[in-house]
């Protein structure tokens, strides 16, 4: 059974991280070269692949006694936040070959791959996995990150830039920082206190 509140914290947490990151700005770039809909069917099919593999890292995470699981996940989600906050916009160099027709096998293969190299051991699937180790509820955790990424991503297709319009990104890098930093002060109590 799925928990909402494991859920709803996984969303916040993945969605704020992946705003601000090189898979959303590839997503955006392949939106404005092909059709939306083309795009989408594979970034959200490499997410779902990357937080597959999250998923199982996190349930080997799991295996370790609770206190070192507090303890990895407190350093892992104070690692993230610091992350975040040290972020510079730069390019990253992950953008798509274009690929040799517009049909949706084509966009969508390219996408798909993409996505899938940017995102490979990226913030959001070390916090994840991590995610998963927190909560052992895999399918919360998995349902929670894949969608805040196909969520990000579909945004990045639509209409990423009306965003940043709106809302600057310090604020957008700030917040998700913040909600990381309380998750990682949650897990370090918890691992000294057991």
């Known amino acids: 059974m799925m928990d909402l509140t494991v859920f709803a914290v996984t969303f916040g947490i993945i969605f704020l991280a992946e705003l601000p990151d ?22 959200a099919a490499a997410m779902a692949v990357q937080v597959g593999l999250a998923l199982a890292a ?56 993409v996505v899938a190299v940017a995102e490979f051991g990226d913030l959001t699937q070390i916090m994840t996995a991590n995610l998963a180790a927190k909560y052992a509820d895999p399918l919360s955790v998995g349902l929670g990150a894949w969608l805040a990424l196909c969520a990000v991503g579909g945004l990045a297709i639509l209409g990423g830039q009306k965003l940043l319009k709106h809302v600057p990104m310090k604020v957008i890098i700030r917040v998700a920082a913040a909600a990381m930093l309380v998750l990682a002060g949650v897990s370090i109590v918890g691992a000294v206190t057991g």
Request: charged fraction near 15%; aromatic fraction near 10%; glycine fraction near 12%.
């Open 22 to 43: 090189k898979t959303a700005l590839a997503a955006l770039m392949l939106g404005t070269r092909y059709k939306a809909a083309y795009v989408f069917a594979g970034v």
């Open 58 to 113: 996190g349930s080997l995470l799991a295996l370790l006694p609770h206190r070192w699981v507090e303890g990895v996940s407190g350093a892992l989600f104070l690692a993230g936040a610091v992350m975040l906050l040290l972020h510079k916009d730069e390019e990253e160099g992950h953008e798509a070959k274009a690929p040799s027709s517009t049909g949706f096998w084509k966009v969508a293969g390219a996408s798909f791959l």
